[in-house]
């Protein structure tokens, strides 16, 4: 058996240590920018923002050339006139074509308009004066928008959200607004506003600054420019001649700005500017704008912020033609296509002008640790048919997968990448580690089947760079591969969209070749990719690509991520049933597999988001949940053909199994991919019970007085509970400031948990089950248990329901079993890997939590332990334990995350070393039940002879006629075996995921190697 151990080759040390601590790195809540402003922590317009500098982001290192560039800047615009304006409030936003021109009334400098999601429209009008030539209109908020002409046509965006590792803007409060019209010397225009917060947090309230109408002192624009570029480069570099050349260059160009002189102060530094890069190392530099679909705001607020950001990269194009911008997420081009058509025809043209890159081939940036294999194919299939069919795309276009900001990446994403057309992979996030040090930012990836691709991670740690000096060297400094002379320079304010502003462009421009950074040259991602592949890179990495951070994720917002797996199965079941009843289902099924995946995105699926955004995902959920559900019943209705209660087996194995039907049990044997009567069931059924213990014959508990299982032991009469099964406990869960719904503390188990107590136990046998009832309770938690022993099954189901009021606690059921080894073998896409269970070292000691899907898995040379769930994902596998974390209690972003009550299902069983067979099988039988019908009975549509391989997935082809088949390979072994199927066709193809035929399929003898993927189409006339 071949197992994928993922200890990855980096840096290790003895003791653990936190780098975030580091004066040079600081962090940025939910994305990834490591900031140093050595100019002063002062907002725009010169006021002290308000907040510490850790959360800032920012230095007071230079606060007199901060005061001097707030000088050279109170020189940029020249005010002429002040512009009227009036507003409308609103709580959410108003169609510009619903504005009722009436609503509007006067709005002062100074007055706010709203809170945080607080909408308005502005309207704003004014004469231009006689004898001023092309005045600037600037715009102040405190906030965002879409500045629109009189009939709704977007003009231009604007936004004074400050970053940590912003600098200051030349129009302080204020905004050029591009665009603006002038009929008969009369301004006009509209402007849709909101206040999403302050540095991203969700405080503050949006507040109009004033509009006017202003000239712009070129000279002074191009000093201001000039003196941050190199008073940014002074403070960064380490050549002492270099930085005193600098202080020299920029002391002298202040003496004459105070003199009054802009052109000699520009003179001044116009040597040091013209002075070439002696570097030979290339940043290739793409503008973007990282758009969260949801964070610290709904999705509504992102449909608009998509707008503002794609109508900021467009006017940008038009005015920079060397410019290059980078879009990756084809959901928002979507929205745009239907609510902004005039401005989607326009990125339509910029992309088909090679002037707007598109990045990513996934329909949105989601998760990877959580969502099914069969999800991530779909991301990939959805988004790259929009880009191809919408933008006319090549596979060629479509190589690069973009996930900059995701919480890790699965052992098994490269085979998913190559089999989708995709061999580049980019992020940052591995960054983030806060323990040890990630050894590559240029390396190859392989996978836990052998597939690799090649992974590039921006050196600086950033996908919001502001393009400045300290940010190239900083990359350039912590590059190990810096002797490949070429990085990645991904520039622009992100996470809630924005892309590059006038700061980004000029200071880019000036650095192209300039001395003491290395040259900077604008690109595309593709073309940077293209030219990295004709290079030597040396480094590797096998396995998963572990973050060493935000490990909460695979537990908070717990309802969320239960109802991601319940929908993840009904579209399986309707897809699987469609093909039973010859039905094309594939157009009432696109948008709801849409709306799936954009629920999968890495800020909503791993429940780090804000309350509203958690609340309305659970309500699409249950109306996707409702909709399939109806589905699924017409098209079981469609196949009845007789009479009696049925049951329909939708997995790769055979089942046989008891349900109860209204107060009857019944049993049900049935094949893979089949339907097959129920049949009453009737004993003997061999089970039996004491006070303190239940047993099925084949598996006896004994529960001890606080009600956790002390002896688990099989037939042969071999011990399984070591120290305790299913002990429950409340962990505290200290707030993680800011990353509270991410971030777990590590040092959780140095406090003793809580044990919850016993209330009540009662032993009972109904039918063929025997089944021990317990209450538990602790402070501000109750839990209700039905330990469940099956006749004739060695899996132990615990179906729990708990009323959870805790505040930073975490509920944990913990097992200590008998049967322990090195290693545990842990679930995911397809396969499965091998994690350490020890502490030898600080990268073991770091992966204190880890995900898995349907179970986890420990053995030694007597015996396995499995643990298996139904809706759960964090785990902590060490030194003997085998914790499942079951629910959290942050308070930030959302307060009430995961308050309430919880129903789920857990479960553990034992099985031979080295045979996971067993519970492979039992995974897919807790995860999938039976489906009840009435006359329905049919025999296996398709099934394998070797039960290593798994057969995930059944349905229509993607386009034209046609069955799909995806299988894999479970175990990590080579293995041939045949697909038995009843499905007519005329010839069978072997495919990539993206369902493109690669080579023709002979059913009776596929090879498989270690957790191989195949996809088959079963031609259809």
């Not at 225009?189 to 947090?201: E, K, Q, S």
């Amino acid at each position: 058996m071949s197992l994928i151990v993922t200890r990855p080759v980096v840096e290790r040390r003895e003791v653990p240590t936190r780098e975030h601590d580091s004066p040079r790195r600081s962090r940025r809540l939910g994305g990834a920018s490591r900031g140093v402003d050595r100019l002063g922590t002062r907002g725009e317009g010169g006021r002290m923002a308000g907040f510490p500098s850790f959360l800032l982001g920012i230095r007071v290192q230079q606060p007199h050339e901060y005061t001097r560039l707030l000088r050279i800047r109170s020189r940029v615009y020249i005010p002429v006139s002040n512009l009227d304006a009036a507003v409308v409030r609103s709580a959410e936003p108003i169609p510009f074509a619903e504005l009722d021109p009436a609503a509007f009334v006067p709005i002062r400098r100074g007055q706010s308009w709203g809170r945080t999601l607080d909408c308005a429209w502005l309207r704003i009008t004014g004469e231009v004066p006689e004898g001023v030539e092309d005045p600037v209109v600037l715009l102040g908020i405190r906030g965002e928008g879409l500045v629109v002409s009189p009939q709704g046509e977007p003009l231009d965006a604007v936004s004074t959200v400050f970053q940590q590792a912003d600098l200051p803007h030349s129009g302080g409060r204020f905004r050029p607004v591009h665009n603006v019209p002038t009929t008969d010397g009369r301004i006009e225009f509209y402007a849709d506003v909101t206040h999403n917060g302050v540095i991203l947090y969700p405080v503050g309230r949006g507040v109009f600054h004033g509009a006017r109408l202003a000239t712009r002192d070129e000279t002074a624009f191009g000093l201001y420019y000039d003196y941050l570029t190199l008073v940014v480069l002074a403070g960064a570099t380490d050549d002492d001649a270099l930085e005193a050349e600098l202080r020299a260059a920029l002391a002298e160009a202040w003496r004459r700005f105070r003199a009054g002189d802009l052109t000699a102060a520009r003179a001044a530094l116009a040597g040091p500017l013209a002075e070439p890069s002696t570097s030979e190392f290339v940043y290739s530099a793409i503008g973007h704008g990282h758009l969260d679909m949801a964070w610290l705001w709904p999705l509504r607020e992102t449909r608009r912020k998509a707008t503002r950001t794609y109508t900021r990269a467009l006017d940008t194009i038009d005015r920079h033609p060397a410019y290059r911008y980078g879009t990756s997420q084809p959901q928002q081009l979507a929205w745009m296509k239907q609510l902004q058509p005039a401005l989607y025809e326009r990125i339509r043209s910029a992309v088909a002008e090679g002037r707007l890159e598109l990045q990513g081939s996934f329909w949105v940036e989601p998760d990877t640790n959580m969502p099914s294999g069969e999800s991530l194919v779909r991301q990939a299939l959805v988004g790259r048919r929009f880009l191809q069919e919408e933008f006319g795309l090549t596979d060629e276009q479509l190589r690069l997968c973009w996930l900059p900001d995701t919480f890790g990446y699965s052992g098994n994403l490269p085979q998913l990448l190559k089999k989708s057309g995709m061999d580049w992979f980019l992020t940052i996030k591995l960054a983030w580690n806060e323990v040890n040090t990630f050894p590559h930012r240029t390396f190859h990836w392989t996978g836990i089947d052998g597939s690799t691709v090649l992974v590039h991670m921006p050196p600086e740690g950033d996908y919001n760079s502001r393009g400045a000096a300290d940010g190239l060297l900083t990359g350039l400094r912590q590059y190990p591969e810096r002797a490949l002379e070429t990085a990645l320079l991904v520039y622009g304010s992100g996470d809630g969209g924005g892309g590059p502003g006038e700061i980004h462009l000029e200071l880019t421009e000036r650095e192209q070749n300039l001395r003491g950074v290395p040259r900077v040259a604008y690109s595309t991602a593709g073309d940077f990719f293209r030219r990295l592949e004709t290079l030597e890179v040396p480094a590797e990495h096998r396995g998963e690509l572990y973050l060493e951070t935000h490990q909460g994720t695979y537990t908070t917002q717990a309802a969320t991520k239960r109802h991601n797996r319940t929908v993840e199965r009904m579209l399986h079941e309707v897809e699987a049933l469609s093909v039973l009843a010859d039905r094309d289902t594939r157009a009432e099924l696109e948008p709801h597999w849409r709306d799936v995946l954009l629920h999968q995105f890495h800020d909503i699926l791993p429940g780090s988001a804000i309350e509203r955004v958690n609340r309305e995902a659970r309500e699409s959920y249950e109306r996707i949940e409702g909709e399939l559900g109806r589905l699924a019943d017409e098209l079981t209705g469609a196949l009845a053909a007789g009479a009696g209660r049925t049951a329909i087996n939708l997995t790769s194995f055979p089942r046989d199994e008891h349900l109860r039907i209204d107060g009857t049990w019944h049993r049900a044997t049935v094949t893979p991919y089949a339907a097959a009567a129920l049949v009453e069931a009737t004993g003997p059924f061999g089970l039996s019970y004491t006070e303190q213990t239940i047993s099925n014959g084949h598996l006896t508990l004994r529960f001890d007085d606080h009600g956790v299982i002390a002896s688990c032991i099989d037939a042969a009469g071999a011990q399984h509970a070591g120290a305790g099964l299913n002990r429950l406990v409340v962990h505290r869960d200290p707030y993680q400031w800011p990353f509270d719904a991410w971030n777990i503390d590590a040092r959780y188990t140095r406090r003793r948990a809580r044990q919850l107590r016993l209330v009540s136990a009662e032993n009972t046998v109904d039918g063929p089950t025997v089944v021990r009832t317990q209450l538990l309770r602790g402070r501000r938690v109750e839990v209700r248990q039905r330990i469940v022993l099956e006749a004739g099954s060695e899996l132990v189901r615990i179906e729990t329901r708990v009323d959870w009021r805790a505040r930073h606690r975490m509920l944990r059921a913990e097992f200590r079993p008998s049967r322990y080894g090195d290693e545990a073998r842990c679930e995911i896409q397809f396969g499965h890997l091998a994690r350490p269970t020890t502490e030898r070292d600080s990268v073991e000691t770091a992966q204190f939590e880890v995900v898995a899907h349907k179970w986890a898995a420990v053995e030694d040379e007597h015996g396995g332990f499995a643990l298996l769930n139904d809706a759960k994902y964090g785990h902590r596998i060490k030194n003997g334990l085998v914790s499942l974390n079951l629910l959290r209690a942050p308070t930030f972003p959302d307060r009430t995350a995961d308050r309430g009550v919880h129903e789920f299902v857990y479960a553990f069983r034992p099985y031979p070393t080295g045979e996971l067979t067993p519970v492979i099988r039992d995974g897919y039988r807790l995860n999938n039940p039976l489906r009840l019908a009435e006359g329905v009975a049919f025999d296996s549509l398709v099934a394998v002879d070797d039960e290593a391989v798994v057969i995930e997935t059944l349905k229509h082809a993607e386009s034209g006629s046609g069955v799909v088949v995806r299988l894999y390979e479970a175990l990590g072994r080579d293995t041939t075996t045949a697909l038995r199927t009843r499905v007519p066709h005329t010839a069978a193809h072997e495919t990539d995921l993206l369902e493109r035929r690669t080579a023709s399929a002979d059913l009776d003898r596929l090879v498989f190697t270690p957790f191989e993927i195949k996809t088959l189409l079963l031609e259809q006339p």
